[in-house]
């Protein structure tokens, strides 16, 4: 197996566990990249909202009924397919910035905060709820961050097969087989469109 295939981390990462490990960059999280690096990253959390996105999603959901903050992160995130989840960091401040606006109350219910619209809120959140960012993620990009997320996990299912049962020969194989296709997955982002 040539080491020049990996990045610096990887092989650093590769040498810090137990050859019973392998390949410890498959496990939980499945690494840095689209699939892993935690929760809320890659396609969970893959459509970045814009500031306004949140802003408007939060209004248009509060059209609705009152909600807790992660209320409406589980919402948005059930609405898109999993497409679009966004993060405490985004959704709490902006809450905040439109409860200082005047557009939005807050009352302690359960130990958390539950956010209802004002009358001034009410009015602006109308517009919103008559084009939430959420419908302009379409049921075809729902369908194909479905299917890109089973190759993955079908991909990471046959990495453990061959980490726990396979040769040393047939893991620096697959390993040469990941690299190539690291390889092919940039080099169609780099085409052109």
Do not use: C
Not at 71 to 80: H, P, V, Y
Not at 128 to 148: G, K, R
Not at 168 to 192: H, M
Request: no cysteine; aromatic share 8%.
């Amino acid at each position: 197996m040539r080491s020049s295939h990996f990045t610096h981390d990887e092989r650093d990462h590769g040498r810090r566990h137990a050859h019973g490990d392998w390949p410890p960059f498959f496990g939980p999280g499945f690494g840095r990249g689209p699939w892993g690096g935690g929760r809320g990253r890659g396609f969970r959390g893959g459509r970045r909202g814009r500031r306004g996105d949140v802003r408007t999603a939060l209004l248009a959901l509060l059209s609705e009924r009152p909600m807790h903050g992660y209320e409406m992160i589980q919402e948005l995130d059930e609405r898109t397919g999993g497409i679009w989840r966004p993060s405490p960091g985004s959704v709490y401040p902006t809450l905040q910035m439109l409860e200082d606006e005047g557009l939005v109350a807050s009352t302690q219910s359960e130990g958390r905060k539950l956010f209802t619209l004002t009358d001034e809120g009410a009015t602006v959140a109308a517009t919103a709820a008559e084009n939430p960012p959420w419908a302009n993620i379409a049921d075809e990009t729902v369908a194909e961050a479905h299917d890109v997320r089973a190759a993955a996990f079908g991909l990471i299912n046959a990495l453990r097969e061959v980490g726990s049962q396979g040769s040393d020969d047939q893991r620096a194989r697959a390993l040469e087989v990941l690299a190539e296709a690291r390889r092919k997955l940039y080099a169609i982002l780099a085409e052109e469109s």
